[in-house]
């Protein structure tokens, strides 16, 4: 099976504009999970999606969105960029998200904010 | 609300040594316990994880973990260590009512030899 891809890779943008990350989960996974990974405040939970809702959330302002597709695809959107939002997101995806199964996850794409 | 406290940022280490590396957590409800491992440019990988039961558990490439109720520790192990065990290791905790997992900030393993 393919793992979790993660579209882009890397990513420059300005203060100011907007971004949208896409999330691949593995194949008949139907969580998916959004991390934000930076020097500063290390691994931080964004949100979790499990068709196509949202299930839970973590503790970022509102300029962080996300949504799922049928195809338990999944984007995470951050508007109004902002320098700190400079980091290493990060998607997982398990079978139906319970904590005791296993989280799979991407490489990531790093985002810079100019 | 969760909190994970891993107690060294960086571990250097010689080649074929043992390792441990620490981490402690508090939590005001059950949580379930897991170690990642993060190779450089990389997802995380999941090491091992505690669920219930027996305290002691076994995950890949060697490592083990002992889940310490009383002292709230999670301790990773690994007996002989290799140059590939390189890495940036996590300690994470998850509440059982939902799935709000908690990283620690990570200890960086370094193998030399």
Do not use: H
């Given at each position: 099976k393919a793992g979790v891809t993660q579209t882009p890779r890397y990513l420059i943008k300005t203060r100011g504009q907007q971004v949208t990350l896409s999330c691949s989960p593995i194949s008949g996974h139907r969580s998916v999970s959004w991390y934000q990974q930076t020097p500063g405040q290390g691994l931080q939970f964004l949100f979790e999606y499990f068709s196509e809702t949202q299930r839970n959330k973590g503790n970022?302002?509102?300029r962080f969105s996300g949504r799922q597709f049928s195809n338990s695809r999944s984007e995470m959107n951050v508007s109004?960029?902002?320098?700190?939002?400079s980091a290493l997101y990060l998607c997982a995806s398990s079978l139906?998200?319970?904590?005791r199964e296993t989280q799979y996850f991407g490489p990531g794409t790093r985002l810079l904010v100019l | 609300a969760q909190s994970v406290t891993q107690l060294d940022s960086q571990v250097p280490v010689f080649e074929e040594a043992p390792v441990e590396l620490r981490c402690n957590y508090s939590s005001s409800v059950s949580v379930y316990l897991f170690w990642y491992v993060q190779y450089p440019n990389q997802g995380l990988q999941l090491l091992l994880k505690y669920l219930?039961?027996?305290t002691l558990v076994k995950g890949i490439n060697g490592f083990e973990a002992e889940f310490n109720k009383s002292q709230t520790s999670f301790h990773l192990r690994k007996p002989s260590v290799h140059i590939s065990d390189t890495a940036e290791y996590f300690c994470a905790v998850s509440p059982y009512n939902n799935n709000d997992m908690r990283f620690g900030a990570g200890t960086r393993l370094t193998v030399k030899p």
């Open positions: 970022f302002p509102g109004t960029l902002e320098l700190g939002d139906a998200g319970g904590q | 219930s039961g027996s």
